[in-house]
């Protein structure tokens, strides 16, 4: 986990959004988690990725939304969560490759109140693009946090 300061619920607002820079993931990470995770040759090799329609090695699908959400949003916003309560539209629109640059940022969508609990519903989408500013991949994720 990283050292950054956490962000208290009083801060969350709809339509803010927080960006988490650019990274990119090496070969040796692709593979890494392929070999835990997703053990598909284009995943698991230059020579398997080479031979897909791909035409090189790519992450798999979830692998940048893992790195993301474990070393940015969960420092941040970690302390506040109750549970997830779901996973909508996350869209694969292009495949990422070894060294890819990725411009990731992630914006409350929506927040629901519940005084009486001290809950809030929050709707999140993060997006993934690339120097361009076009996307990779995006999915809205909705968490129940506490107000407290």
Not at 63 to 72: L, P, Y
Not at 84 to 106: A, C, E, M, Q, T
């Amino acid at each position: 986990m990283s050292s950054k300061k956490k962000i208290p619920f009083s801060e969350f607002h709809k339509n803010k959004v927080f960006d988490f820079g650019k990274c990119s993931l090496n070969e040796k990470q692709i593979i890494a988690y392929a070999k835990q995770w997703d053990p598909l040759p284009f995943h698991l090799s230059k020579e398997g990725g080479q031979k897909s329609v791909f035409g090189g090695l790519i992450a798999s699908g979830p692998q940048i939304f893992h790195e993301i959400h474990k070393n940015h949003w969960l420092p941040l916003f970690g302390h506040t969560v109750i549970c997830g309560i779901g996973v909508n539209n996350w869209i694969f629109i292009k495949p990422i490759y070894v060294d890819n640059l990725i411009h990731s940022r992630i914006t409350i969508l929506d927040i629901k109140l519940s005084k009486a609990k001290k809950t809030g519903k929050i709707s999140w989408l993060y997006e993934f693009l690339d120097k361009n500013g076009e996307p990779f991949q995006s999915l809205e994720m909705t968490i129940l946090h506490s107000m407290a």
